[in-house]
């Protein structure tokens, strides 16, 4: 009875441990084959650290394949703290071949960190710079190669095309406006080390740089030459706070030429001021159109048949009044009787006050809003203006007077040619 009770003990011990023996076993089974990739994965990326291949940006070329902005390959400085042997010779030999002080650099090679990128020391660095540096083969010191952005043309269309920061994100113009596209995806060299930083013995894995998509624009350069070679002789002859010009194609408004002044070197942005680097006039300025804005009220007057500009006639006396304000020809004495296209081709200032009085405000400024003044123009640009309407409740006769021949309100270049 005794050793029958003991032999029931025994086995309900043996149960005990061999549920929870079979519970690990069926843990580590499912560990090994249904976790495995989860957990590889997991510990890799414990003991990986990439060192980054930076892509190389999109180029941008003009309609006929021209580059105008490209990229020169340069070489940065990395440093891996916990592989430097002898932290204070790596420290005095880079200090030396950089030009930079002892304490500037040991601040990076004793930093407590997996990878040191040395900046802005170690950025781009020339071509006998970096060979000092890879004759030493020293641990723990690393050169990367690096793209850096390149203007061939210097100032030429500058404000357009815009520039980028030493990280080669887009700051201004199409290099901002297009940064997504232009600046592609990194690259990397995987390295694996323990927790100290002491490299293991598992082989580097690549990971290639996938560049950033080119872009074609509707500039020809040869048109941008030569407009800009006007106004660098527009600078000298009178010396202008500011000047501009825009070539336009008129059967689909493709920008073949675009420039303002003051401009500037986008290789050496760094060395420009802010307002000098911001000021793309052409999508920027706003002012008067005068005389050129004459078209649009014109237009809208042979749209509204208010006038038949060949056979209806108005007499200019070089003068109009209207509610007290007198609104002057710029002929002295007036052009006398006149056609309305002569009128057009005078460019008589109250034949046009007649026209607006025939339109009304409402007709005049829906026909200005849908030529799209008071709006952007929608050019791929970032900072475009949108000039200055009157609000319609604020429109009087005079107000309506001077708007029918292009003062009181404001336009931005880039729309009035559009």
């Given at each position: 009875?005794?050793?029958?009770?003991?032999?029931?003990?025994?086995?309900?011990?043996?149960?005990?441990?061999?549920?929870?023996?079979?519970?690990?076993?069926?843990?580590?089974?499912?560990?090994?084959?249904?976790?495995?990739?989860?957990?590889?994965?997991?510990?890799?990326?414990?003991?990986?650290?990439?060192?980054?291949?930076?892509?190389?940006?999109?180029?941008?070329?003009?309609?006929?394949?021209?580059?105008?902005?490209?990229?020169?390959?340069?070489?940065?400085?990395?440093?891996?703290?916990?592989?430097?042997?002898?932290?204070?010779?790596?420290?005095?030999?880079?200090?030396?071949?950089?030009?930079?002080?002892?304490?500037?650099?040991?601040?990076?090679?004793?930093?407590?960190?997996?990878?040191?990128?040395?900046?802005?020391?170690?950025?781009?660095?020339?071509?006998?710079?970096?060979?000092?540096?890879?004759?030493?083969?020293?641990?723990?010191?690393?050169?990367?190669?690096?793209?850096?952005?390149?203007?061939?043309?210097?100032?030429?269309?500058?404000?357009?095309?815009?520039?980028?920061?030493?990280?080669?994100?887009?700051?201004?113009?199409?290099?901002?406006?297009?940064?997504?596209?232009?600046?592609?995806?990194?690259?990397?060299?995987?390295?694996?080390?323990?927790?100290?930083?002491?490299?293991?013995?598992?082989?580097?894995?690549?990971?290639?740089?996938?560049?950033?998509?080119?872009?074609?624009?509707?500039?020809?350069?040869?048109?941008?030459?030569?407009?800009?070679?006007?106004?660098?002789?527009?600078?000298?002859?009178?010396?202008?706070?500011?000047?501009?010009?825009?070539?336009?194609?008129?059967?689909?408004?493709?920008?073949?030429?675009?420039?303002?002044?003051?401009?500037?070197?986008?290789?050496?942005?760094?060395?420009?001021?802010?307002?000098?680097?911001?000021?793309?006039?052409?999508?920027?300025?706003?002012?008067?159109?005068?005389?050129?804005?004459?078209?649009?009220?014109?237009?809208?007057?042979?749209?509204?048949?208010?006038?038949?500009?060949?056979?209806?006639?108005?007499?200019?006396?070089?003068?109009?009044?209207?509610?007290?304000?007198?609104?002057?020809?710029?002929?002295?004495?007036?052009?006398?009787?006149?056609?309305?296209?002569?009128v057009l081709q005078n460019s008589c200032n109250p034949g046009f006050v007649k026209l607006g009085q025939l339109l009304g405000k409402e007709r005049l400024f829906s026909y200005i809003k849908n030529f799209g003044f008071g709006e952007k123009s929608g050019i791929d640009l970032n900072g475009e203006g949108t000039g200055i309407l009157f609000p319609m409740e604020k429109i009087g006769n005079v107000e309506l007077a001077t708007s029918a021949f292009g003062q009181g309100i404001s336009v931005t270049p880039i729309h009035l040619i559009v």
């Open positions: 009875m005794f050793t029958k009770s003991i032999d029931k003990r025994i086995k309900i011990l043996f149960f005990v441990f061999l549920i929870p023996f079979f519970l690990i076993l069926i843990k580590v089974f499912y560990i090994q084959v249904f976790e495995y990739k989860k957990l590889n994965k997991l510990a890799k990326n414990l003991w990986s650290r990439d060192l980054e291949i930076q892509a190389e940006r999109g180029k941008i070329f003009d309609r006929n394949g021209v580059v105008l902005a490209d990229n020169l390959t340069t070489t940065s400085l990395v440093i891996l703290p916990n592989q430097v042997k002898d932290k204070e010779l790596v420290t005095k030999k880079l200090a030396t071949i950089l030009n930079v002080s002892y304490d500037s650099m040991k601040r990076h090679v004793y930093k407590k960190t997996s990878i040191e990128r040395v900046h802005p020391e170690g950025r781009r660095l020339s071509y006998d710079v970096a060979e000092k540096i890879q004759r030493l083969h020293f641990d723990g010191v690393y050169l990367v190669k690096e793209s850096k952005r390149d203007y061939p043309y210097k100032d030429l269309l500058s404000h357009s095309l815009g520039y980028v920061g030493i990280d080669n994100q887009g700051l201004s113009g199409l290099e901002y406006q297009y940064d997504k596209i232009l600046t592609g995806e990194n690259g990397a060299i995987k390295y694996f080390s323990d927790a100290h930083g002491n490299k293991l013995s598992v082989s580097d894995q690549y990971v290639s740089p996938k560049n950033g998509l080119n872009i074609n624009l509707t500039i020809d350069l040869n048109i941008q030459k030569s407009l800009e070679r006007e106004l660098s002789n527009i600078k000298d002859m009178f010396q202008p706070e500011m000047a501009l010009a825009i070539v336009v194609d008129p059967k689909n408004g493709e920008i073949l030429g675009m420039s303002s002044y003051p401009d500037y070197d986008p290789n050496q942005y760094q060395k420009f001021s802010s307002s000098s680097l911001s000021r793309n006039l052409p999508i920027w300025a706003s002012y008067e159109p005068g005389s050129t804005f004459k078209i649009v009220t014109m237009a809208s007057s042979v749209e509204e048949k208010v006038i038949d500009i060949f056979k209806d006639r108005f007499y200019d006396s070089g003068k109009v009044s209207v509610d007290g304000s007198v609104l002057k020809c710029w002929k002295s004495g007036g052009h006398g009787d006149q056609t309305f296209l002569e």
